[in-house]
């Protein structure tokens, strides 16, 4: 998920990513969101030394990373260019540029949210396209993106296809989908769409502003599965995966919650007061890696207890802190955020 510091001002009028996907961070509250909220907040463990930082080259944010094997990945950076690593986020080059970019994480320019099918085909959705590479990264076609003229202007894309062709898109206003690589798209739910995850061909849940979730179950046609009782009236951004129907995981930026019985219900299990939550990445119904904008965070068991993993030195969490991970597996994982930092975890 993954957001900017400057944006919080505008929080309103903003939905996030939600794939693995990963936006830039708001400001942290001045109070607590909720004082009487019951969820944990107190955290156990020591920072990993198994987490390094590998670069710290780029003077610019990465947005978005990706990586399709241990050694190549891939930023989306506020430059409006694609960045390629080939040892593993050691070292990035820059690649095709397909936006106008900026010097500000989140400010609604540059590339914002990156998926890959697989290690050649992959998009990656800016302010005004979406781009397709079925080379791995070495050329790319610029598409439109289907929400314009209408959309948002601070609106954080999210994007998930469930074949190479086949995928979804939403920035908060409609869902899209799309059956030819993006040449294409239909709108399919007309509710203010803030992030989606679909966990199967066409089995899927949606949040929607301000406080809905619903699921599909043909990957047409939608309907509420629950009605949040601490509406996200102000929260910018947005993500939630599944590990098959009953069991998935939602933040609104301030809460994580779960969810074991299809969506019906949520329990809020976690609030790193007074960071703001920029993404989140579940490895299984029970593991999931959070981060704050400052901290990286690790349950193992459901949400029940948390452990602290990785915390940023105070420059960098001053300079706009995590914005986005990105999980291979649980021996292979990636932070990156403000000032082309990217962390490393191998173990």
Request: aromatic content about 12%.
């Amino acid at each position: 998920m993954r957001i900017s510091l400057a944006l919080s001002i505008l929080i309103p009028l903003a939905f996030a990513a939600c794939s693995h996907s990963n936006n830039p961070s708001p400001d942290s509250p001045t109070s607590p969101v909720n004082p009487l909220d019951t969820a944990t907040t107190v955290t156990t463990g020591t920072d990993s030394t198994y987490w390094q930082m590998v670069s710290n080259a780029n003077s610019l944010a990465f947005e978005d990373i990706w990586f399709t094997d241990t050694l190549h990945g891939f930023a989306a950076s506020v430059d409006g260019f694609i960045y390629l690593s080939g040892d593993g986020g050691s070292t990035w080059t820059r690649s095709a540029q397909l936006e106008s970019g900026t010097s500000v994480p989140g400010a609604g320019q540059g590339i914002q949210t990156l998926f890959f099918s697989d290690s050649r085909i992959g998009y990656a959705v800016g302010p005004s396209n979406i781009a397709v590479t079925a080379n791995g990264g070495q050329s790319w076609t610029i598409k439109t993106r289907p929400d314009l003229p209408v959309r948002g202007t601070l609106a954080w894309p999210s994007l998930q296809f469930i074949t190479p062709t086949t995928g979804f898109f939403s920035a908060g206003q409609k869902l899209w989908r799309t059956d030819d690589s993006a040449s294409h798209w239909t709108p399919i739910e007309t509710d203010s769409v803030g992030c989606l995850y679909f966990f199967g061909a066409n089995s899927g849940f949606s949040f929607t502003q301000y406080n809905k979730i619903n699921r599909t179950s043909d990957g047409l046609t939608w309907q509420t599965a629950a009605t949040l009782s601490e509406p996200s009236t102000w929260a910018p951004f947005t993500v939630m995966q599944f590990s098959n129907d009953q069991t998935g995981w939602f933040t609104n930026s301030t809460h994580i919650y779960t969810t074991v019985n299809g969506g019906i219900s949520w329990k809020a299990v976690f609030q790193p007061y007074p960071d703001m939550i920029s993404d989140f990445q579940m490895l299984s119904g029970q593991t999931v890696y959070l981060a704050g904008a400052g901290q990286l965070f690790k349950t193992m068991d459901g949400g029940v207890s948390w452990q602290r993993e990785y915390t940023l030195s105070s420059n960098l969490r001053s300079q706009g802190g995590v914005i986005s991970i990105y999980f291979l597996d649980d021996h292979h994982r990636w932070a990156t955020g403000a000032n082309g930092v990217v962390l490393r975890y191998r173990h």
